[in-house]
């Protein structure tokens, strides 16, 4: 059958192929979102639940200000290392959401470790690495680079945090 009579090479199979393609990769597209979503809605609300029964209300909304501040200095660091070495970060809500994601993951990993010390913070930065390269699709070297200077930016605003609180009160 030669190619002008095959239905395979009709303009309506490629149109039909083109749309089929269009809704695979507005799919994917979907599910780059849905994943730091579910992150963010299961490691924050299990420690949101926690601090909800151990503090109350105040230690709650703490949290989520906090968590807020932090996200806020991490995808600045997130952007300055988009710029310098990782060419990219995707789109500007897609990071912030993946970054939230992970931060509320390794808030939740540090609220089940903490009586680890050491160990427990040790165990909380590998998975914090592997989030990161799994998320934003990182070798190890960049992961591991982004981890440090994320993960060190948290820390920093959340001692800038505590010094400010502790000032106020």
């Given amino acids: 059958m030669s190619p002008i009579q095959d239905p395979r090479f009709s303009h309506a199979h490629k149109s039909q192929m083109r749309q089929q393609d269009r809704d695979d990769s507005e799919r994917a597209a979907r599910m780059e979102y849905i994943k730091p979503a579910v992150m ?23 949290y989520v200000v906090v968590l807020s501040i932090e996200l806020i200095v991490g995808v600045a660091g997130l952007w300055a290392a988009s710029a310098i070495w990782l060419g990219g970060m995707g789109p500007l809500g ?26 427990g913070w040790l165990i909380q930065l590998v998975c914090y690495v592997a989030m990161l390269a799994w998320l934003f699709d990182l070798d190890p070297a960049e992961s591991i680079l982004l981890a440090i200077l994320t993960f060190v930016l948290k820390i920093v605003a959340g001692f800038a945090i505590a010094v400010i609180l502790a000032s106020v009160m």
Avoid at 94 to 119: K, Q
């Fill in 40 to 62: 963010l809605l299961l490691g924050g609300g299990i420690v949101v639940s926690y601090l909800l029964s151990s503090s109350g209300v105040g230690g709650a909304l703490l």
């Fill in 94 to 119: 897609l990071g912030i959401l993946r970054l939230a994601g992970i931060y509320a993951m390794t808030d939740m990993i540090a609220l089940f470790l903490g009586e680890l010390a050491f160990v």
